[in-house]
């Protein structure tokens, strides 16, 4: 019998990503973070696949579905960030 893997994805958009703005989270705003954050990416990781989500980012428009492996390169950029980013992605992720 043949094992089916199953891909987990997630869609995030960057260009519309809640950030809350305290710690008891009852106030956030949603911000546009998109080339930010692909800046980020793109300046600040080594390798292939950190190039291509950086692109892949870049060029995105709205909500894009992105694979285990890119969750996960996307979450340890984002542990480099403010708490609140971190938090965000975490919502997203999770």
Not at 71 to 82: E, F, G, K, S
């Given at each position: 019998?043949?094992?089916i893997q199953?891909?987990i ?19 956030s ?13 793109y ?22 579905e ?20 971190i938090d ?7």
């Amino acid at each position: 019998m043949q094992k089916i893997q199953r891909i987990i994805m997630k869609t995030i958009n960057f260009e519309s990503l809640e950030l809350f703005l305290d710690l008891e989270k009852t106030k956030s705003a949603t911000q546009d973070v998109k080339s930010q954050f692909a800046n980020t990416i793109y300046r600040g990781t080594n390798g292939l696949e950190y190039h291509a989500l950086a692109f892949k980012i870049y060029n995105s428009t709205g909500p894009v579905e992105y694979n285990e492996k890119e969750c996960d390169l996307i979450r340890n950029v984002a542990y480099q960030m403010t708490p609140m980013f971190i938090d965000a992605v975490e919502r997203v992720l999770s």
